[in-house]
């Protein structure tokens, strides 16, 4: 897509993006070169590893967190405040978006630099401060490159991994005045000269949260780029934001989650800055923020928490490797999905955000092909999750899930109470399957869809119940040849 | 840590579920299957009344209807023997998500026992009649496609082509991302048949390019669509049932 051209996405369309996407071979290119990579530095990765002993620790020390998430969370509370971090407790993203341009406004802030926080786009944080005249800048590349693009991530790691390097290129020339180039390390050091002014001039760093340490106060932050740092410890106001399933019990459950985040993430050992912060400067220090906050936002996350299969949603850490293992996020790309996050975690996710109304197509976009579930590197079940919401949205599950009971559908309920008539009939199952065989040649070539791509298939003449009877009966000697 | 699975020793007698699709549009493949065990003396019982394991409905959500049709097969194997499935899809439907799906009800039980039982074919062949084959066809060079059903449901990645590697006159040629998905995944090729088709023409690609004339499947939902595609587009690469390849090349 060129610089010039703005996208909206929404979930309600995701059959036309996919459409687009699959037609656009720019973006077919750009993923399946970027996922095939990024699944072969991950499998490299692990391969000196027991993986599945690991994912096993790993899936435990979430499944113990959230077991504990009420309790765990005062713990943070407590513990950060006795480290001098304030913190705020948010119901939904209007909410913490409110608190954020709240403490912006005591500081009279007109420049936020921000590092990644997805959470920060689940709320839409950038818009919302700029509504207010705070101006709120990327400094991940990939952010800052989205954001220079006027679109949002597409993918929850790599934001800009729709863009290929002629098109970034292309970005940064028109946005910036960036000389054009085809050299990666050039528009690296350009896009860091633009960004290091705007650290030395923001007046408050937003940041997320990977792992939030309940017994100890402290906020980990994983990264690579140097930015993550240079936002919570150049301004003199930092704030961390993110959701309430991020906490940890001990100081102890973050290197096992933490070899798993980069491992499955990026196919790192290790990412460059594994940031642990947990207070604002001392008295006698020279650098970091005079003060510290931490949000932390529900957006629907407790109604999950209500929900004892649900639940296992809320242990993700937000590696990505769903969606780089993804057949069909590797397909359509992250924008299709039209959520802030894509991919199988965003359609466990975001029914739960957004409503199943605006996000029913995306429990089905999954062939169920188990590559998510596979890789998880802390054993959601996701195939599970996407299974039981299609549940909801038929209205045959618990009814919990916002707009549970959207795709019920008359037609299709007498179609699947047909189909179970006729499963528990056995004698009538036989003799339509008879009838299907012997009726071949007046089967329509066309079935829909499918032929469109592929050739209908043609119902046997003989079913197997009918030739396996014809097998016991003696009909076919040894060589398997009918008998004449 | 994966659990090591304990395979019993060949036994006298078997129960044949042969799955809708192969009963409806691939019998010969179910037939061969049967073939290949009763060749190793296992006496093949084939209830039936048997139908369909209740899959479709599963995965769309609806389980009320998928429940009543699985109950339904429930009662088909009343005796201890095992049961034996020539599709991962449907043999992973029967030992993972039956017990899912009755859980909490009065056939729980029999649930949980009757997916003990269950083996997708070509594991049965592998592990427990450890299977001999003499290949009488010209040599070839053949393509697999394993499900993801049986791949990662199934935890059967090797057996397909552990079966193949037994065979003196085949050479397994292994296509690019061989274990990514074909697209089918039921009804998610008609609810999403621009995405199915995008993966179908991949996989198809992925295979000519092997170089390979023939492939073969052990989920006839993978071979109907696979094998769909490529006649759709007049290749001369020809798709059979895993179960069909190994009897016509043996007997």
């Known amino acids: 897509m060129s610089a010039s051209e703005v996208q909206t996405f929404t979930p309600r369309e995701f059959h036309r993006q996919a459409h687009d996407a699959l037609g656009n071979p720019q973006i077919r290119a750009n993923f399946r070169k970027a996922m095939d990579g990024l699944m072969a530095k991950r499998r490299d990765v692990f391969s000196d590893w027991d993986l599945e002993t690991l994912r096993e620790l790993g899936a435990n020390i979430r499944l113990r967190a959230l077991a504990k998430l009420p309790d765990l969370l005062e713990r943070l509370e407590a513990n950060c405040q006795a480290n001098g971090i304030q913190v705020h407790w948010a119901e939904n993203g209007d909410e913490a978006c409110r608190i954020i341009r709240g403490i912006c406004e005591r500081h009279g802030a007109k420049a936020v630099i921000k590092g990644k926080s997805m959470v920060s786009e689940e709320m839409h944080l950038n818009a919302h401060l700029e509504a207010a ?35 970034i290129s292309d970005i940064m020339h028109t946005r910036t005045g960036t000389e054009r180039t085809r050299d990666v390390d050039t528009m690296t050091a350009a896009a860091r000269a633009q960004l290091r002014e705007r650290f030395m001039a923001a007046d408050v760093g937003v940041s997320g949260v990977n792992f939030a340490v309940a017994e100890t106060g402290t906020l980990c932050l994983v990264e690579n780029e140097g930015n993550g740092r240079m936002t919570t410890a150049v301004p003199p106001v930092h704030i961390a934001v993110t959701g309430i399933e ?71 850490i937000r590696c990505g490797a769903c969606m780089n293992h993804c057949p069909v996020y590797t397909r359509v790309g992250g924008h299709t999905y039209g959520t802030t996050y894509p ?142 | 840590m994966t659990p090591v699975k304990l395979y019993p020793a060949k036994p006298e007698k078997i129960y044949f579920y042969g799955t809708c699709l192969v009963d409806l549009f691939y019998p010969e493949a179910g037939l061969d299957g049967i073939r290949l065990l009763e060749r190793e003396g296992i006496e093949v019982v084939y209830p039936q009344a048997q139908t369909c394991c209740g899959q479709p409905a599963y995965t769309s959500g609806h389980h009320d209807e998928a429940r009543a049709v699985a109950a339904a097969q429930l009662d088909l194997f009343p005796g201890s023997w095992p049961i034996v499935v020539p599709s991962g899809s449907c043999g992973g439907m029967m030992r993972t998500h039956y017990p899912q799906l009755f859980a909490g009800t009065e056939h729980e039980e ?60 085949v050479e397994l040629v292994e296509q690019a991302r061989a274990a990514e998905c074909c ?47 490529f006649e759709h587009q007049g290749k001369a690469v020809e798709g059979e049932h895993i179960a069909s390849y190994l009897w016509r090349r043996t007997s």
């Open chain 2, 110 to 169: 029999r649930a949980n026992e009757v997916a003990g039982r269950i083996y997708e074919l070509t594991e049965f062949l592998l592990h427990v009649c450890q299977l001999r084959l003499e290949d009488r066809g010209q040599p070839e060079k053949v393509a697999m496609h394993t499900s993801c059903s049986a791949r990662r449901e199934m935890g059967l990645a090797e057996t397909g082509p552990a079966l193949l590697a037994r065979m003196g006159q």
């Open chain 1, 133 to 167: 005249g705070i101006e709120a800048l990327e400094s991940d590349l990939g952010e800052y490159l989205v954001q220079l693009n006027e679109q949002t991530p597409s993918h929850i790691i790599m934001p800009a991994i729709h863009l290929n390097t002629d098109e």
């Open chain 1, 343 to 484: 991919g199988p975690i965003g359609s466990i996710l975001m029914p739960h955000m957004m409503g199943l109304e605006a996000t029913k197509d995306l429990p089905t976009a999954s062939s169920l092909c188990g590559a998510c579930g596979e890789v998880c590197p802390v054993k959601i079940p996701i195939p599970d999750l996407l299974v039981r919401l299609r549940r909801e949205s038929v209205g045959e599950g618990r009814g919990n899930v916002p707009g549970a009971g959207v795709k019920r559908s008359k037609k299709e309920v007498a179609v699947w109470k047909g189909f179970q008539w006729l499963a528990t009939h056995p004698r009538g199952w036989r003799s339509s399957t008879a009838i299907a065989g012997k009726l071949q040649a007046l089967m329509p070539s066309k079935l829909g869809p499918w032929t469109e791509y592929r050739t209908a298939p043609k119902p046997a003449k003989v079913s197997l119940h009918a030739l396996v009877k014809r097998h016991q009966a003696g009909k076919f000697d040894e060589d398997g040849e009918e008998r004449s």
């Open chain 2, 183 to 229: 697209g089918f995944g039921g009804t998610f090729a008609v609810r999403h048949p621009e995405v199915s088709a995008a993966m179908v023409e991949d996989k198809t690609q992925a295979i000519e390019a092997t170089g390979a004339k023939r492939f073969v499947t052990s989920d006839c939902g993978c071979l109907m669509n696979i094998a769909g595609r």
């Open chain 1, 246 to 316: 991020k906490v940890v019990e001990h100081l102890s459950d973050v290197p096992p989650l933490y070899a798993l985040l980069t491992r499955s993430a990026t196919g790192q050992h290790v990412t460059t800055y594994l940031n642990m912060i947990s207070s604002p400067r001392k008295p006698g220090e020279h650098d970091g923020p005079n003060e510290v906050h931490l949000v932390l936002v529900d957006s629907g996350r407790s109604s999950i928490y209500q929900d004892d299969e649900l639940l296992d949603t809320l242990r993700c």
